[in-house]
Every structure is written in C-alpha cells, then in structure tokens.
C-alpha cells in the first residue's frame, strides 16, 4: 500500500515511523514532514490544508490510504473534500468528518455535547463580547482558580487559569474585546475549576466499534513543578501509574462508550483517534476537552508501545472492522522527555544547527520541529526533537531518556528534568 501521513511534528514521525515498519507498507510520503520523517518516508512540501494539492499528491503517488495527524484540516474539513470528490471517494481517510472534528474545533460545542450524552464534566457557560457583563456576573459566582478557555483553535495556548477574579474579569474582556487569541476567542467558555490529576486517554473507532489505546500524562508548563507557561507539551509518561483497571473500567463505561455511541447517535461520522483529556477528581474521572487527533507528545510514548501492526488497525477502522483487531501493547512503560528552543513558548530563533542524535542508543528519537538545511539537521521549531525510552517502571525509562537528552545540543535547548515528580 502507499500511504501518506498529513504533519509535520513528533506525533507525524512517530505515527510514521510505525507505518514504515508494517510489511503492508510500500511507500509512504509525509507532507510536509520534517528532517526526522525524511530517514524513513518521502517528504512532500505540501501544506496540510492545501486539499487542491494534498489531491494531486494522492493521484500522483497512488495513494491507498491517507492519516491526519494535526487537527487543523481536519477541522476545515479535509474528509469531507475527499468524500465529495469523485477521484478520491474510495481513498479512505483516518481522521472525523468536519461536523465531528467541531469537538476540537469548538469548546462550546464540545461541552454541549457532553451534556446532551450525560458525559461527566465541569459546569460551565458561553459568552461573547455582547455578554461581557454576563460573563463577570459568572465569574463572581464561582470560587477561585478561574478556567477561561477560548472557544476555537489557539495551538494549545487558549486555556487561561487564574486566581484573581480581577484578573479574570480583566483577560475575559482581553479575550472577547480585544481579540487576544483572534477569532479564536469570539466566544469564550468559563468553568468551574476541577482539582486533581489530569491524563489523556486515547480511543481508536471506526464510527461503530473502538479500542482503548494505553492512557498517558504529559507535561504542559515550560517550568519544573508545573510552573510558568503552557506549551505544547514537555514530554510524557505511559502508562499513568494512578490509572488502574477500576478507574480504567469508569472511563471506558462513563466516558469513551457514551462518546462513541454519542457521535453515532447525533450523526457525526468518526473514523480516527479520540483524545479524552482527563481529569482524576477524587476516584472520579471528568473529561477537561476532546482532541480529534492524537496528542503530542503522547504519541511518542503511546504509538511505540503499540505491537500490533498499525497499518492492519488503521485499515480496520477504514474498514469498519476494528471489533476484528487484537490490540497488542508493550507491557513495558515508555517516557518521552522534549527539547525545545530558548524562549520557548514565547519568541524563539530558528536554524540553530542539531548534534548528537546519532550518539543515542536504546531509545528512539523523535524529531518534532526540525528541517534539513544544506545537509544539516536544525531546528524549525518551539518544540524540536524528543527523546523516547522504554522501562520496567517510568523511573526506568525516564532515567534512559534524560541520559540520551544530555547527548543533544542545539544553541538554546532546554528540557524540563523533573517528569513524574507528581506521580
């Protein structure tokens, strides 16, 4: 089969690199893909919302299959214009329909749909700039710390949490006044602040039938202990050592059944992953929000301890067949540790030149945002490559990761030491 992987990340190469070693693979292409898919696929420079050219991709290489790694075509509806267009109908696309990817696309969308399927979340409501007043009425009613979550797509960056109320009355108005995440906060939502500990759970289906992948907890804030900025991710751990079979059985029976059943019920075609951010309040699990992707950089840790073929799997869920498949995963835990350029989150340089990834050994190394430059691998991004190791416990693993970390460099590079420490 030829196969072409949408992306350019961490969770692209790792997705990628599992494909390159299914038997059932004869080529395969990543677009745009960065320097570490290039070792293994052929790199395409074409834009993962660039259909027109995605199309004339597919025709060209004859492609049989194609996956959607990051979430943006998917929530501007790239299944969709596979489906209506005659030269590419029969190609099969991993990833949901537009009208199901608004799970993502749209936090106000989400939460009613959680609320329509009796999903257990937190309390919460809309507003936009005519209900500015409204939404500060809201917030006095609720106790500190105060979740303001943009309600369209911020690259990860549109969650605020704050324990000022003024502070809060002050980045509402900031949000839906002053455009501070652009369209993407024309409507904020504001919930009840849920404490505990967060994890992803991430669910295969092919619209009918699903498979519960293994649960993983990444690292969101740039600082050690969880402080200063979030980001897009500074690595994780798989499995999460908290998540035994009866806390595992709830969110299977209260969570990713009545979500599945949900889609089928309110006519959201869904053929890919699902993404239930977690959190552990008490014994009880309550979703945060649903990603229609995979998370990043949980792939890194969750995908490699896949030991099924996951072409045989992806082609189940095209298929429809996915209750057929035997999902076989790696006893073991995988830990994935990110380095990211200086500055990070905030404004970075880019082209600073990468050494040491062929001194690695017993772990994998995922490249996130890197490119080749005249033969050079550098970086090309906020979060650049990560470094995924497997052992008995996570403290095994992350002890490999962190030794191979100290074999990179790059001018600026920065990663978290303190995985786990909440664990």
């Given at each position: 089969?030829?196969?072409l992987?949408?992306?350019?990340?961490g969770?692209?190469?790792a997705i990628?690199?599992?494909?390159?070693q299914s038997?059932k693979?004869?080529?395969?292409f990543?677009a745009?893909?960065?320097?570490g898919?290039s070792q293994?696929?052929t790199n395409?420079?074409?834009g993962?919302n660039?259909?027109?050219?995605?199309k004339?991709?597919v025709?060209?290489e004859?492609?049989?299959?194609?996956?959607v790694g990051?979430?943006?075509p998917?929530?501007?509806?790239v299944?969709?214009?596979f489906?209506?267009d005659e030269?590419?109908?029969?190609?099969?696309?991993?990833g949901p329909?537009?009208?199901?990817?608004?799970?993502?696309?749209?936090k106000?969308?989400a939460?009613?749909f959680?609320?329509?399927?009796n999903?257990p979340?937190a309390a919460?409501?809309?507003?936009t700039?005519?209900t500015?007043e409204?939404?500060?009425?809201?917030?006095?009613?609720?106790?500190?710390?105060y979740?303001?979550?943009?309600?369209?797509?911020?690259?990860?960056?549109?969650?605020?949490?704050?324990?000022d109320?003024?502070?809060?009355?002050d980045?509402l108005?900031?949000?839906?006044?002053?455009?501070?995440?652009?369209?993407?906060?024309?409507?904020v939502?504001?919930?009840e602040?849920?404490?505990?500990i967060?994890?992803?759970?991430?669910v295969?289906?092919d619209?009918?039938?699903?498979?519960?992948?293994?649960t993983a907890k990444?690292?969101?804030?740039?600082?050690?202990?969880?402080t200063?900025?979030?980001?897009?991710g500074?690595?994780?751990?798989?499995?999460?050592?908290?998540a035994?079979?009866i806390f595992?059985?709830?969110?299977?029976?209260?969570?990713v059944k009545?979500?599945?059943d949900?889609?089928k019920t309110d006519?959201?075609p869904?053929?890919?992953?699902?993404?239930i951010?977690?959190?552990?309040?008490g014994?009880?699990?309550?979703v945060?929000?649903?990603?229609?992707?995979?998370?990043?950089p949980?792939?890194e840790?969750?995908?490699?301890?896949l030991k099924?073929?996951?072409?045989?799997?992806?082609?189940?869920?095209?298929?429809?067949t996915l209750?057929?498949?035997?999902?076989q995963?790696?006893?073991?835990?995988a830990t994935?540790v990110?380095?990211?350029s200086?500055?990070?989150?905030?404004?970075y340089?880019?082209g600073?030149?990468i050494?040491?990834t062929e001194t690695?050994e017993?772990?994998?190394?995922f490249?996130a945002?890197t490119?080749?430059s005249?033969?050079k691998?550098?970086?090309?991004?906020?979060?650049?490559?990560?470094?995924?190791?497997?052992?008995?416990?996570?403290k095994e693993?992350?002890?490999?990761?962190?030794?191979?970390?100290?074999?990179?460099?790059?001018?600026?590079m920065y990663y978290?030491k303190?995985?786990?420490?909440?664990l």
């Amino acid at each position: 089969m030829n196969i072409l992987v949408l992306g350019s990340g961490g969770r692209e190469h790792a997705i990628s690199l599992k494909i390159s070693q299914s038997p059932k693979t004869s080529k395969l292409f990543v677009a745009p893909g960065n320097a570490g898919t290039s070792q293994i696929a052929t790199n395409v420079e074409v834009g993962v919302n660039d259909f027109e050219a995605i199309k004339a991709l597919v025709l060209k290489e004859s492609i049989n299959l194609v996956v959607v790694g990051p979430e943006d075509p998917l929530v501007n509806g790239v299944h969709d214009f596979f489906l209506n267009d005659e030269a590419l109908k029969s190609v099969p696309v991993i990833g949901p329909e537009k009208a199901a990817a608004e799970l993502e696309g749209s936090k106000e969308f989400a939460k009613e749909f959680m609320m329509r399927h009796n999903i257990p979340t937190a309390a919460y409501q809309s507003f936009t700039s005519e209900t500015l007043e409204e939404g500060y009425s809201f917030l006095e009613t609720l106790k500190p710390p105060y979740v303001l979550k943009a309600d369209g797509l911020a690259a990860g960056k549109g969650v605020l949490i704050l324990r000022d109320l003024q502070e809060a009355k002050d980045e509402l108005k900031s949000m839906l006044v002053d455009s501070k995440f652009g369209n993407a906060s024309a409507t904020v939502v504001i919930e009840e602040f849920l404490d505990g500990i967060e994890l992803s759970c991430f669910v295969l289906t092919d619209g009918t039938n699903y498979k519960i992948l293994p649960t993983a907890k990444d690292y969101k804030r740039i600082g050690e202990g969880d402080t200063g900025l979030n980001t897009g991710g500074m690595g994780a751990i798989s499995p999460v050592p908290f998540a035994d079979s009866i806390f595992m059985d709830k969110i299977e029976r209260q969570i990713v059944k009545p979500t599945v059943d949900g889609l089928k019920t309110d006519n959201l075609p869904y053929v890919g992953f699902i993404f239930i951010g977690l959190i552990k309040v008490g014994e009880e699990p309550k979703v945060i929000e649903y990603n229609v992707r995979m998370g990043d950089p949980e792939t890194e840790v969750v995908i490699p301890r896949l030991k099924t073929d996951l072409v045989e799997v992806l082609m189940a869920m095209a298929n429809g067949t996915l209750d057929q498949v035997d999902l076989q995963i790696d006893e073991r835990a995988a830990t994935t540790v990110m380095a990211v350029s200086g500055g990070y989150p905030e404004a970075y340089e880019k082209g600073k030149e990468i050494s040491g990834t062929e001194t690695i050994e017993d772990s994998i190394v995922f490249h996130a945002g890197t490119k080749l430059s005249n033969g050079k691998v550098v970086t090309n991004g906020g979060r650049v490559i990560a470094v995924t190791s497997f052992g008995k416990d996570f403290k095994e693993a992350l002890q490999k990761s962190y030794q191979n970390m100290e074999k990179l460099h790059f001018d600026g590079m920065y990663y978290r030491k303190d995985l786990g420490f909440d664990l």
